[in-house]
C-alpha cells in the first residue's frame, strides 16, 4: 500500500489550461503538504494544511489553490497554467504540524507547453 | 532569507569508498535538521536531528548536528552503487506549520 500517493504522476499541457493534482495518505496524519521543486532541484514549500485547515500558505500566486476535503486528501489545482508553473509538484504527509519528518509522494512532473 | 546550502553539489566516489556531505544552514527559529535520500522521486526520510554532539546512525549512515556553528554532516561508509541519489538536507522552524527549507542537494554516484 503506497503512503502518499498522487495522481497523475505526468501532466503535459497547454498554457491557459485548469488542472488538478490529486493527493491521498494513509498513515493517519494530520498534516499535509504542497512542495515544488523545480529545475534547480530545490524544494519549496507552497502549502500546509492541518486537519483540514490551512496553515502555511507562501508567496504563491493565486492561481494555485489548494483544497483538502479532509485529513488525508489534499489536492492543488491551477488556473491558467504558464510556462514557469512546469515543475515537479510533490504532496507530503506529516504526523502534525509541529515537528518531524515528512512522507513524500511520488511527485507530478507538469510540463506545461 | 533562510538559507541552506550543502556542498559539495556533486561527488563520484568508488564502490568502498567514505564520504562526507556537508550542510550549513541559516534559519530563524531553527528547530531541526533533517537528511533525506532522494532517487528517481519521492524523497525518503534518512535522519532528524535535533540536538548538537549527538550521532544517529543507520546501517552504514550516520549524521551529526553542530548547533553552535551551525552545521550538519551526513556520512556513508563503504559505499555502495544503490546509494547513488541526491542527499537532501533541510532545515525545520520553531513555528506553527512544520515548514522545512531546504538545500540544492549533493548528488553522489558511486561507481562499481
Known sequence: DTAVSQTPKYLVTQMGNDKSIKCEQNLGHDTMYWYKQDSKKFLKIMFSYNNKELIINETVPNRFSPKSPDKAHLNLHINSLELGDSAVYFCASSQDYTIGGYTFGSGTRLTVV | ?112
Not at chain 2, 70 to 86: C, E, H, K, M, P
Request: hydrophobic share 40%; net charge positive; with cysteine.
Open chain 2, 1 to 112: 532569507e533562510d538559507k541552506v546550502v550543502q556542498s559539495p553539489l556533486s561527488l563520484v566516489v568508488h564502490e568502498g569508498d567514505t564520504v562526507t556531505l556537508n550542510c550549513s544552514y541559516e534559519v530563524t527559529n531553527f528547530r531541526s535538521l533533517l537528511w533525506y535520500k532522494q532517487e528517481k522521486k519521492a524523497p525518503t526520510f534518512l535522519f532528524m536531528l535535533t540536538s548538537s554532539g549527538i550521532e544517529k546512525k543507520s546501517g552504514r549512515l550516520s549524521s551529526i548536528l553542530d548547533k553552535k556553528e551551525l552545521f550538519s554532516i551526513l556520512n556513508i561508509t563503504a559505499t555502495q552503487t544503490g546509494d547513488s541519489a541526491v542527499y537532501l538536507c533541510a532545515a525545520g522552524r520553531m513555528e506553527y506549520g512544520n515548514k522545512l527549507v531546504f538545500g540544492a542537494g549533493t548528488i553522489l554516484r558511486v561507481k562499481s
